[in-house]
């Protein structure tokens, strides 16, 4: 690369709906002629602003991984430094590499980074930014760098992010360590994690793991919620809490229990992220004046969006676009975790074979609603509304169909006949909400409301709005269980009720939610002698587990209750829990701590085999 600039070098790729352009691209993309480029030399000094997280990993193929960070402004270039020099580095031997007129040179190479802005990352009121403080609801900029790092050898190499900003000021992170994808057919070692959601414990857990296992994993399965507020970009980054989704993940969360601080641990520089949507990765109908929790809490099915595109035929709009802002839309959760991904479900529904494990992951999961028999929730509309569908919630409702017939179900069933799923080892599906589960959010069914609209017999005014949710149809029950237990479906890993428990079925399929790992809903178990709030109604089932099966006591250290009998179950404010799958073992181990005893050790209290 002789005879190029250093702004050359450093400008990269930059794609995306509000991409940065060089003035002289600028010009030519506004129509006018273009200008002459600016060829002098630049020479970015060290004492950038921090990145907005760490690096993080994503999608590792046979020789490759996709390396992620973020920053507040576009910045004039972005690179990762790889290679086995990379460590031995000074921040100013780094920045010289990343800004040289070379690609490569002993012990290092270069990769530059496509940069984008995220669409819809915003603040308001109720968020929690360093040394800012906002009145309503303002676009909050993020621009997210993506660089895919290639040709990598088998096992772990080094690597550093470089990234300077629009005044040439360079921030260098340490070194971290990247691999490309297990070889098929090799043990892998992944965490199993859900529902972060800025919980207070999810530090300690995070520290506990890294502590436990270490942080060079071959992936961490998310089940869903990583955050409250997904168009918060401050849940994400840099919360005062401390409790931020990649803070946490990178060791730069920070939540102090029992007189000691957590910071979680620098897990994402080293291990791959795979995700799942949870309910919390979906955003409601768009607004530039409500608050964001309130427009989080407001979405309304697709279908009765489309339903008012068809009577109003709006001129001059982007109908999914239109759509989407009337009903929901999950886009920040699939700019900020753009990979793994299908070709029919994008980053929604995906499949990936990890050493020798095969990894499904689903988008299953609808709007949570609240119980209260009073205002909009999962078995009425609030009766100040019924005169008014557009102020409706329609219940409890799926975001994406998943049953039987479904787009996502068609290509769930031809995926588990794939040879890659039929010749792995082992299989695991992963989605949020619980097929069989003792938490509160295991019920009523996972199903389509069925909606009644009850009428004065004289005038046909609207008087009740409810909602019901027959157990026989329940998607996950009727649709997907089969599904699992024909194709040898090893493990089902799911989240949303914030508790530790796990089934078997007949034909031998683990069950596991291990998402106590910041906060608990409570279990309703026959143990806890604690009843759901639901309608005492055939379709409800006030305690166990829906789906009829019997919760598993931990097999190694349960805990108990007060008269000393084992319990089937983790759920504790102050217990956090975590899941490690082991391939090379065949087996899922979960441990546990005790926040409120920061001196003590982490306990493994169950273990299973997955054959």
Request: aromatic share 8%; with cysteine.
């Given at each position: 690369?002789?005879g190029?600039s250093?702004?050359?070098?450093?400008?990269g790729?930059?794609?995306?709906?509000?991409?940065v352009?060089?003035?002289?691209?600028a010009?030519?993309?506004?129509?006018?002629?273009?200008?002459?480029?600016?060829?002098?030399?630049v020479?970015?000094r060290?004492g950038?602003?921090?990145?907005?997280c760490?690096?993080?990993?994503?999608?590792?193929g046979?020789?490759?991984?996709y390396v992620?960070?973020?920053?507040?402004?576009p910045?004039?270039?972005?690179v990762v430094?790889?290679?086995a020099?990379?460590p031995?580095?000074?921040?100013q031997?780094a920045?010289d590499?990343?800004?040289?007129?070379h690609?490569r040179?002993?012990g290092?190479r270069r990769?530059?980074?496509?940069?984008?802005?995220l669409k819809?990352?915003r603040?308001?009121?109720a968020s929690a930014?360093?040394?800012?403080t906002?009145?309503?609801?303002?676009d909050?900029?993020?621009?997210?760098?993506v660089?895919?790092?290639t040709?990598?050898?088998?096992?772990?190499t080094?690597y550093r992010?470089?990234?300077v900003?629009?005044r040439d000021r360079a921030t260098?992170t340490?070194?971290?360590?990247?691999a490309?994808?297990?070889?098929r057919?090799q043990r892998a070692?992944?965490?199993?994690?859900?529902d972060?959601?800025l919980k207070a414990m999810?530090?300690a857990n995070l520290?506990?793991?890294?502590?436990t296992?270490?942080?060079?994993l071959?992936?961490?399965?998310?089940?869903?919620d990583?955050?409250?507020v997904p168009d918060?970009?401050s849940?994400?980054?840099d919360?005062?809490?401390?409790l931020?989704?990649?803070?946490?993940?990178?060791?730069?969360?920070?939540r102090t229990?029992?007189?000691?601080?957590y910071?979680?641990?620098p897990?994402?520089?080293?291990?791959p992220?795979?995700?799942a949507?949870g309910n919390?990765e979906?955003?409601?109908?768009w607004s530039?004046?409500v608050s964001?929790d309130?427009q989080?809490?407001d979405?309304?099915?697709?279908?009765v969006a489309?339903?008012?595109?068809e009577?109003?035929?709006?001129?001059?709009?982007d109908?999914?676009?239109?759509?989407?802002?009337r009903?929901?839309?999950?886009?920040t959760?699939?700019q900020?975790?753009?990979?793994?991904?299908?070709?029919?479900?994008?980053?929604?529904?995906?499949s990936?074979?990890i050493?020798?494990?095969?990894?499904?992951t689903?988008?299953v999961?609808g709007?949570?609603?609240s119980?209260s028999p009073?205002?909009?929730?999962?078995f009425?509309?609030?009766a100040?509304?019924l005169?008014?569908?557009?102020?409706?919630g329609y219940g409890?409702f799926i975001?994406?169909p998943?049953?039987?017939?479904s787009?996502?179900?068609?290509?769930l069933?031809?995926?588990?006949?794939?040879p890659d799923?039929?010749q792995?080892?082992?299989?695991v599906v992963?989605?949020?909400?619980?097929?069989?589960?003792?938490?509160?959010n295991?019920a009523?069914?996972f199903t389509?409301p069925?909606?009644?609209?009850?009428r004065?017999p004289v005038?046909q005014?609207?008087t009740?709005?409810?909602y019901?949710y027959p157990l026989a149809d329940?998607h996950?029950?009727?649709d997907?269980?089969?599904?699992f237990?024909?194709?040898?479906?090893?493990?089902?890993?799911?989240g949303h009720?914030?508790?530790?428990?796990?089934?078997r079925?007949?034909a031998?399929?683990?069950?596991?939610e291990?998402?106590?790992v910041?906060?608990?809903?409570?279990?309703?178990?026959?143990s806890s002698?604690?009843?759901?709030n639901?309608?005492?109604?055939s379709?409800h089932?006030?305690?166990?587990?829906p789906?009829?099966?019997?919760p598993?006591v931990?097999?190694?250290a349960p805990?108990?209750d007060a008269?000393?009998r084992a319990l089937p179950?983790?759920?504790?404010n102050?217990i956090t829990?975590?899941s490690?799958?082991?391939?090379a073992?065949?087996?899922?181990s979960?441990?546990?701590?005790?926040t409120?005893?920061?001196?003590s050790?982490?306990?493994l209290?169950d273990?299973?085999a997955l054959e």
């Amino acid at each position: 690369m002789t005879g190029v600039s250093r702004r050359t070098v450093l400008g990269g790729a930059v794609a995306g709906a509000a991409a940065v352009a060089t003035p002289a691209g600028a010009a030519a993309a506004a129509g006018g002629p273009a200008g002459p480029v600016d060829d002098r030399p630049v020479s970015p000094r060290l004492g950038g602003a921090p990145l907005l997280c760490e690096p993080y990993l994503l999608d590792p193929g046979r020789s490759s991984v996709y390396v992620v960070w973020h920053t507040e402004s576009p910045g004039s270039g972005h690179v990762v430094l790889v290679g086995a020099a990379v460590p031995g580095m000074t921040a100013q031997q780094a920045l010289d590499a990343a800004t040289g007129d070379h690609d490569r040179a002993s012990g290092w190479r270069r990769f530059r980074a496509r940069t984008s802005q995220l669409k819809r990352t915003r603040e308001d009121a109720a968020s929690a930014v360093p040394n800012r403080t906002y009145t309503a609801v303002v676009d909050r900029h993020v621009y997210r760098h993506v660089a895919r790092v290639t040709g990598l050898p088998a096992g772990r190499t080094p690597y550093r992010v470089v990234s300077v900003d629009h005044r040439d000021r360079a921030t260098v992170t340490a070194a971290y360590t990247l691999a490309p994808a297990v070889p098929r057919g090799q043990r892998a070692r992944l965490l199993l994690t859900s529902d972060h959601q800025l919980k207070a414990m999810v530090p300690a857990n995070l520290e506990k793991v890294a502590d436990t296992v270490g942080v060079a994993l071959d992936g961490v399965l998310v089940a869903g919620d990583l955050v409250n507020v997904p168009d918060r970009a401050s849940e994400w980054f840099d919360s005062t809490s401390g409790l931020a989704f990649f803070a946490g993940l990178t060791g730069r969360g920070q939540r102090t229990i029992a007189g000691r601080t957590y910071r979680g641990a620098p897990i994402a520089q080293h291990t791959p992220l795979y995700c799942a949507i949870g309910n919390h990765e979906v955003m409601g109908r768009w607004s530039d004046t409500v608050s964001l929790d309130n427009q989080f809490n407001d979405p309304q099915p697709r279908w009765v969006a489309e339903r008012l595109w068809e009577q109003t035929r709006p001129s001059g709009e982007d109908r999914e676009r239109w759509l989407a802002e009337r009903s929901w839309d999950a886009t920040t959760y699939e700019q900020m975790l753009p990979y793994p991904r299908s070709r029919e479900g994008g980053p929604r529904w995906w499949s990936r074979t990890i050493g020798d494990v095969h990894v499904i992951t689903l988008f299953v999961t609808g709007i949570w609603r609240s119980a209260s028999p009073n205002g909009r929730g999962k078995f009425q509309e609030a009766a100040a509304s019924l005169q008014d569908p557009q102020q409706w919630g329609y219940g409890q409702f799926i975001f994406e169909p998943v049953k039987r017939d479904s787009a996502q179900y068609r290509w769930l069933e031809r995926e588990l006949s794939t040879p890659d799923a039929r010749q792995a080892r082992y299989r695991v599906v992963m989605y949020h909400h619980p097929g069989h589960g003792l938490g509160d959010n295991s019920a009523p069914p996972f199903t389509d409301p069925v909606q009644t609209i009850h009428r004065d017999p004289v005038t046909q005014a609207i008087t009740a709005v409810t909602y019901d949710y027959p157990l026989a149809d329940d998607h996950i029950l009727r649709d997907l269980e089969p599904l699992f237990s024909e194709a040898g479906v090893n493990l089902v890993h799911n989240g949303h009720s914030h508790l530790w428990n796990r089934f078997r079925n007949a034909a031998g399929v683990n069950w596991l939610e291990t998402s106590n790992v910041g906060n608990s809903y409570g279990a309703y178990d026959i143990s806890s002698g604690a009843s759901r709030n639901l309608p005492v109604d055939s379709d409800h089932i006030r305690q166990g587990d829906p789906g009829g099966l019997q919760p598993i006591v931990p097999t190694v250290a349960p805990l108990t209750d007060a008269a000393g009998r084992a319990l089937p179950y983790v759920a504790s404010n102050d217990i956090t829990v975590f899941s490690i799958l082991d391939s090379a073992a065949g087996v899922v181990s979960s441990y546990r701590f005790d926040t409120r005893l920061p001196d003590s050790d982490v306990v493994l209290f169950d273990e299973f085999a997955l054959e």
